[in-house]
């Protein structure tokens, strides 16, 4: 099945590029969120919440499943999971449109890191819970790096990453190890909110009926 909520949720925002940007530790049994920022402001006030609660799931799944040391970049309809795990396990995961340029926010990632890894001690990383420093940093970064065609310009000077080293991907079912069921992992979560839950399984009903075909 398609993860087809965020993409309902987006799917009218023109003017935003960037909606989420997240800072994870990725431990021996699952990824633990440091610290994360969202501009949501052109979703339906009733709904951040849910688009909020179905970003961080998608984050964790998407660390868990990602290697150390690798970037991928996972297209679900309308939006892109950008996901880089360093070699120290520290995480960033980016939730963009489809039109923002890959590169542009791995680069941005790659500069969260480094700045985040500077600031904050190692020892913290795997607490369990949000760190108390980094405070608005992600919102910053967000909204420095919300123009690709400005950012875009800015990073090809002062980076040398290389486009071949981020894997891309159609669907996140393409990341999920074999034999796991989006619809399995969406139920057995303890982190969704039943709402999300009913949110979720409401959409997927909607667009099979629609004629999208699931499996």
């Known amino acids: 099945p398609k993860l087809i909520l965020l993409d309902s949720l987006l799917q009218e925002i023109d003017m935003t590029k960037l909606y989420s940007l997240i800072v994870l530790y990725k431990g021996d049994n699952a990824a633990q969120i440091l610290k994360a920022g969202h501009d949501l402001s052109s979703i339906s006030y009733f709904q951040r919440g849910t688009a909020e609660n179905f970003i961080v799931f998608t984050s964790k799944i ?3 499943r990602t290697s150390v040391g690798a970037r991928q970049s996972v297209k679900e309809a309308e939006y892109m ?3 880089f795990v360093r070699s120290d ?3 960033v995961v980016c939730v963009s449109d489809h039109e923002y340029p890959p590169r542009v926010a791995h680069t941005m990632m790659q500069r969260v890191g480094e700045d985040f890894a500077g600031q904050i001690e190692s ?3 795997n607490g369990g819970q949000e760190v108390g420093g980094f405070v608005g940093q992600c919102e910053i970064y ?6 690709p065609t400005k950012s875009d310009a800015m990073s090809r000077l002062q980076t040398d990453l290389d486009d071949t080293k981020i894997i891309l991907h159609n669907t996140i079912e393409a ?3 074999r034999g796991e069921k989006l619809d399995d992992l969406v139920d057995k979560s303890e982190a969704l909110s039943m709402q999300s839950k009913a949110f979720y399984k409401t959409a997927r009903k909607t667009n099979s009926c629609c004629g999208t075909s699931w499996g």
Do not use: I, R
């Open 81 to 83: 999971c950008h996901v």
């Open 89 to 91: 396990k520290l995480s």
């Open 62 to 64: 998407l660390v868990e």
């Open 175 to 177: 990341v999920l190890q």
């Open 123 to 125: 020892s913290q990383w």
């Open 142 to 147: 967000l909204n420095k790096f919300q123009d």
